[in-house]
């Protein structure tokens, strides 16, 4: 390919309207917005909502970073969270790094209300951790994996990225557009990967934008859609379809797409909740039935809040003595509701059944 590596001009936002509003895209347009009401509804009526932002966002962080195979377990992922300084892999470390990075994109949305150039940046650099922000070398171009053929090269001129992100930026921040929010959560992802903004982390940069954008236009307000599971789930469409948005500039198909993955994830998302809620309850219960004299409900919560848990966790929550902790989590393991595990000198208490439901 070499020299006739595929280059279209890619065109400012927005795009036209008659091709970005289809029939079809209204009627799934209309599908997807009640699906993700409903998971903001089911949400708000969770009393301890840092319980589910935790967990699900982790969640979010691993899918979306396996879509560049960065893989890891669960195991390693909460030890990461949980324990100070031990061997972490450096696969764990990046998740980590994902969701440190949308929790700051999060903070920064709420405090402001908009974003700027320079906030897509340093959730960038949140993400990689190091400092080359804004590609200024030419040579990045986006390969089939497989043939390592050339499908798609982005702008390579600095200024001429800088002048498409303040457009994408502008676009993303206006809060009068016709268009449904939905329809331009597709048509931001899309540009912003043909953008390509950065020499790496472009992905992952604009899957945590995707959700912050649905918390800016309020139709979510925590982080908590699993929007990444069905990206990787359908990793060949996801790249197949943005591929073929840049080639042939028709929008209709990328937008579906993006609209079913809104809506399957929200329906995900709400049984997730709801088996989590369950699971809550009956663990309640089973600690009230077997272990009356420890049971206090912010202790049952923690174990949600921290699937990995440990003694400075409930000192820290229920500000008691180490002493007391510890006896509460080993009577919580007496009865079942929790596991240890040793760590070099640390003992993790893991709430095993938690872990299942998050894991599916
Ligand atoms: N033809 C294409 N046009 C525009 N964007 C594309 C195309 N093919 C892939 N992409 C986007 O580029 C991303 C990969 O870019 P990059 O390696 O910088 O990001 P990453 O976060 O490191 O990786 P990943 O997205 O694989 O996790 C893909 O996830 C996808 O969103
Ligand atoms: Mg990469």
Do not use: C
């Not at 509460?328 to 003992?347: A, C, D, P």
Request: aromatic share 8%; no cysteine; hydrophobic share 40%.
């Amino acid at each position: 390919m070499g020299q006739d590596a595929p280059y279209r001009i890619l065109d400012k936002l927005p795009p036209q309207r008659e091709k970005v509003e289809t029939l079809k895209i209204l009627r799934e347009t209309n599908k997807a917005t009640a699906a993700l009401a409903e998971l903001k509804g089911i949400a708000n009526t969770i009393p301890n909502q840092s319980m589910l932002v935790n967990a699900i966002v982790l969640q979010e962080a691993k899918g979306s970073s396996e879509i560049e195979n960065i893989i890891t377990t669960q195991d390693e992922l909460y030890k990461a969270l949980t324990i100070n300084n031990s061997k972490i892999s450096p696969e764990a470390k990046e998740v980590v790094n994902y969701r440190k990075a949308i929790f700051y994109g999060f903070d920064l949305i709420k405090k402001q209300g908009f974003f700027r150039v320079n906030d897509i940046i340093e959730i960038q650099h949140e993400l990689i951790g190091n400092n080359a922000g804004i590609r200024s070398m030419p040579g990045t171009v986006l390969k089939n994996d497989t043939t390592d053929e050339v499908v798609y090269t982005p702008p390579q001129d600095k200024n001429e990225i800088l002048d498409l992100l303040s457009n994408f930026i502008e676009y993303f921040n206006q809060d009068k557009n016709e268009l449904s929010p939905l329809i331009n959560l597709a048509i931001l992802h899309y540009q912003f990967e043909s953008i390509h903004p950065f020499y790496d982390g472009n992905g992952r940069t604009g899957r945590i934008l995707n959700i912050l954008y649905l918390i800016l236009n309020d139709l979510i307000d925590i982080p908590i859609l699993y929007l990444s599971s069905y990206l990787i789930e359908n990793k060949s469409d996801y790249y197949r379809l943005l591929n073929q948005t840049n080639k042939i500039g028709e929008w209709e198909e990328w937008i579906l797409f993006m609209l079913k993955a809104v809506e399957t994830t929200s329906i995900q998302t709400i049984e997730k909740i709801n088996t989590i809620r369950k699971l809550l309850d009956k663990t309640i219960e089973k600690v009230q039935a077997d272990a009356p004299k420890i049971y206090k409900k912010e202790l049952v919560e923690l174990l949600f809040e921290q699937p990995y848990s440990k003694i400075e966790f409930v000192v820290n929550q229920l500000k008691v003595e180490r002493k007391a902790a510890s006896r509460y989590l080993k009577e919580l393991e007496n009865i079942g509701v929790l596991e240890s595990q040793k760590v070099g000198r640390e003992t993790l208490y893991i709430n095993k059944k938690l872990i299942e439901v998050l894991k599916k």
